[in-house]
């Protein structure tokens, strides 16, 4: 078993920053896609990120196109946790944000699919006012 809390969540004002934290704790797993997906009221999930990692392969990371150049995803190994910053936020980034993991490698066009992704978190807040 997987758990994912995330954190880091909150308000910001248009044009600022936030990071989201998303630990994990339980299993381990040599290679693993981790997603950031997103709920905003009255919407679908969406797709944000994704961070793949592939032993002795390498890492890849993959953003949707609305975040691309103000939104990076990245892993500290020490700390089991995966991180989202989020630079240039804008009101429409407002919504609930979730981190999710699934024990392999997804291809491309799996990545933004939530029912590949069997462990997910809580989810964290994020309000962004212009």
């Known amino acids: 078993q997987v758990q994912l809390v995330e954190s880091g969540g909150g308000l910001a004002q248009a044009g600022g920053s936030l990071r989201l934290s998303c630990a994990a704790s339980?299993?381990?797993?040599?290679?693993?896609?981790m997603g950031w997906f997103r709920r905003a009221p009255g919407k679908d999930r969406e797709f944000v990120a994704a961070?793949?990692?592939?032993?002795?392969?390498?890492?890849?990371?993959y953003y949707v196109d609305s975040v691309k150049g103000r939104f990076t995803i990245s892993r500290d190994n020490a700390n089991n946790t995966v991180y989202l910053q989020m630079n240039s936020l804008k009101p429409e980034d407002t919504a609930h944000y979730y981190c999710?993991?699934?024990?392999?490698?997804?291809?491309?066009?799996?990545?933004?699919?939530?029912?590949?992704?069997?462990?997910w978190g809580q989810g964290t807040q994020v309000t962004v006012s212009s």
């Open positions: 999710a993991v699934v024990p392999q490698v997804l291809s491309r066009g799996l990545w933004g699919s939530p029912s590949m992704y069997p462990y």
């Open positions: 339980g299993r381990t797993f040599s290679s693993y896609t």
């Open positions: 961070f793949i990692d592939i032993t002795w392969s390498g890492e890849s990371t």
